[in-house]
């Protein structure tokens, strides 16, 4: 084992531990450094890297302590020793509860100190070893900003993979939140066009007329308000990709317009004469069984199949529960990073409801749950009352309850709203209303798009700093 | 070649067959001429009362005030070592300076009951790890080689009293030639 990677720091205001120390852990081929103070030991933390900090515990002015606390906040992973003149229970217990990874009792035995100091070397040695390894599994669990370990997933990649090199069409089906635009862009990004541009529109977003326009671009003066020309997504696309969520969201006129326009890769713009040719590679998506619509006659059969090429089902999160640890880890990492904030995890009771949760919004209701739980979190670790998670308590009452039909309707609409992950549209579906009247309803009962009661909004910001 | 100068500075009369096997193995793994230096002063001031010990760093600066004007000097002495820090030391050396120490005080641990030859054979290994520091070694990784670390005398009665091919590498590095 070597220890030349290894970078000590010895804090002592005595000079004569300082050098007789230093000097020894030289000698076992360690990177020595000393300091005589807290403040200069903090500097030097703040200005380098160490492995493991000796500190003494009494010293003027800034104690061990208060530099044990200092250095685990600078940097968690340094191993910090208190070195003590007398053993008493009460130091020893103080140092350990500071985090401190142990103590040695002034003068001490060389074999302790040698025993601990390899000790320590091998158990961060460990930890990177374990770091890089659970990099490169993430990396085999990765398809770009797609994760999953599950096979049913791995196997989509693979499809994804060698679909991406292809130009031809592609039909993401999939429940809401499971990352249907995700998959789109990491298409785009493996294919060969990744270099052109990535231009997303979705379709269940504007009406008809504005949607043609929107794809196909129009001519100056072609409708009320067209006062310039305007290029659509399909020329905007040109050289890369199209992604049209929600595409079994679209009228009868426009489903024809894009047949053709998928059939000829020509297209006029909204009032134009001039026949305009892209070479857009179409990544269609939607959540809708656009199979059964198209039997159903509400979507045209011909434009299912240009569309159904090669068709990609993303399965919801409940059926691959295994991908929620992973999806946690991951998704805690980058809220840690963008909210500036220490995360280490969650707690095992916290993972056990994220692993019994059904998810009907799934991997964006993971994410929500979890931002919230970061936000609300006062320690490292998010704990389960952090996430927010709907309770029994919360549950609609049962029947026979006696509740107004009101109150009822109200709790349900919340009840669905925060199943959805604030999805309004996926909600009012599975109310079986249109959003507007859900909208309405929202307003009338006073719940956000998450469900929860409209007064929360109202809190102080700070209340997140507790 | 500077030579290497070992001096007995122990309290008890010197032993001779002790420091001869010392200059044996010097010579030997550091291949330069080792003698003696033998004068009547002892470093009495590194004695600590309150340890009942003497501070090997004050042993340590004496020699290199007091011994030889040049080459490395090895003092052998049969006092027990301190470094502040810790309980004892079985010696001290100044990394890549021109003072080392040993004592037997430590390493006399079971030698009643398995003879004699054992102190000479501890001596010598711990004698050679000392010079060795001296000239600029480090703990080597190779629990057979005489500059592994011995924090105990188990570790002491492990290893051998050679340098292992890499320490002598980097001994000849070290030397520049010399």
């Not at chain 2, 500075?9 to 003696?36: C, K, N, S, T, Y």
């Not at chain 2, 021109?98 to 398995?114: G, H, I, K, N």
């Not at chain 2, 790890?129 to 492990?158: I, K, N, Q, W, Y």
């Amino acid at each position: 084992m070597s220890n030349d990677r290894t970078r000590i720091l010895v804090v002592d205001d005595e000079e004569i531990v300082r050098e007789s120390l230093g000097g020894w852990l030289e000698k076992d081929g360690y990177t020595v450094a000393v300091a005589p103070d807290g403040p200069s030991a903090i500097e030097k933390i703040k200005a380098e890297r160490w492995s493991i900090l000796i500190v003494d515990l009494k010293m003027p002015g800034m104690d061990g302590l208060q530099v044990l606390e200092e250095a685990k906040r600078l940097q968690p992973e340094l191993a910090v020793v208190i070195m003590t003149a007398y053993a008493t229970v009460d130091t020893a217990v103080a140092a350990m509860k500071a985090g401190a990874y142990d103590y040695l009792v002034k003068p001490f035995d060389p074999e302790e100190l040698s025993i601990m100091m390899q000790k320590i070397v091998s158990q961060q040695t460990l930890v990177r070893e374990n770091l890089v390894l659970r990099q490169a599994l993430k990396q085999e669990y990765r398809f770009r900003d797609l994760l999953s370990k599950s096979p049913a997933m791995q196997a989509l990649f693979e499809l994804a993979r060698t679909a991406a090199k292809s130009n031809s069409t592609i039909l993401i089906l999939g429940e809401s939140g499971t990352g249907k635009e995700v998959l789109a862009r990491a298409i785009h990004a493996e294919s060969p066009r990744a270099e052109g541009p990535f231009v997303g529109v979705s379709c269940a977003a504007l009406t008809e007329t504005l949607l043609e326009s929107e794809l196909f671009g129009h001519e100056k003066g072609s409708f009320t308000g067209a006062l310039a020309r305007r290029k659509g997504k399909f020329e905007q696309a040109h050289g890369g990709t199209l992604f049209l969520d929600e595409v079994g969201d679209i009228g009868p006129k426009l489903q024809l317009d894009l047949l053709r326009v998928l059939e000829e890769r020509k297209f006029h713009r909204v009032g134009g004469n001039e026949e305009i040719e892209v070479d857009v590679r179409i990544v269609a998506a939607t959540n809708r069984d656009l199979r059964k619509a198209a039997q159903e006659g509400k979507f045209r059969e011909d434009l299912f199949y240009r569309l159904n090429v090669i068709p990609i089902v993303i399965p919801p999160l409940r059926q691959r529960r295994e991908d929620v640890p992973l999806l946690v880890e991951s998704f805690v990492e980058r809220l840690a990073v963008e909210m500036k904030k220490r995360l280490d995890g969650v707690s095992p009771d916290a993972m056990g409801a994220l692993m019994a949760h059904d998810w009907p919004g799934n991997v964006r209701e993971l994410r929500n749950v979890l931002e919230r739980g970061a936000v609300v979190a006062t320690g490292v670790v998010i704990q389960l009352a952090d996430l927010g998670m709907p309770s029994r308590g919360d549950a609609p009452p049962k029947a026979g309850t006696m509740a107004s039909l009101e109150e009822v309707e109200k709790r349900h609409v919340a009840a669905v709203l925060a199943h959805t992950g604030g999805n309004v549209s996926q909600s009012a579906r599975i109310l079986g209303i249109d959003r507007v009247t859900l909208y309405n309803k929202m307003r009338k009962y006073g719940i956000r798009r998450d469900g929860e009661a409209d007064e929360a909004a109202h809190e102080p910001a700070g209340s997140t700093g507790r | 070649m500077m030579p290497i100068f070992v001096w007995w500075i122990g309290e008890e009369e010197v032993e001779r067959d002790l420091v001869d096997h010392v200059h044996r193995h010097l010579a030997a793994a550091f291949q330069r001429p080792v003698l003696p230096w033998d004068r009547p002063e002892r470093p009495r001031h590194a004695f600590d009362p309150r340890r009942r010990q003497h501070l090997s760093g004050a042993i340590l600066r004496w020699l290199g005030e007091t011994g030889p004007r040049e080459g490395k000097v090895l003092g052998v002495t049969d006092r027990d070592l301190f470094i502040p820090i810790l309980t004892y030391v079985f010696g001290e050396a100044q990394l890549g300076g021109r003072a080392a120490v040993v004592s037997t005080a430590r390493l006399l641990e079971d030698v009643e009951l398995f003879g004699r030859k054992l102190l000479v054979e501890r001596l010598a290994k711990e004698a050679v790890h000392e010079v060795g520091h001296a000239f600029g070694l480090v703990h080597c990784g190779t629990p057979a080689c005489v500059m592994s670390r011995s924090p105990a005398v188990r570790e002491v009665d492990e290893k051998s009293s050679d340098l292992c091919a890499e320490c002598r590498g980097r001994l000849r590095e070290l030397n520049g030639g010399t």
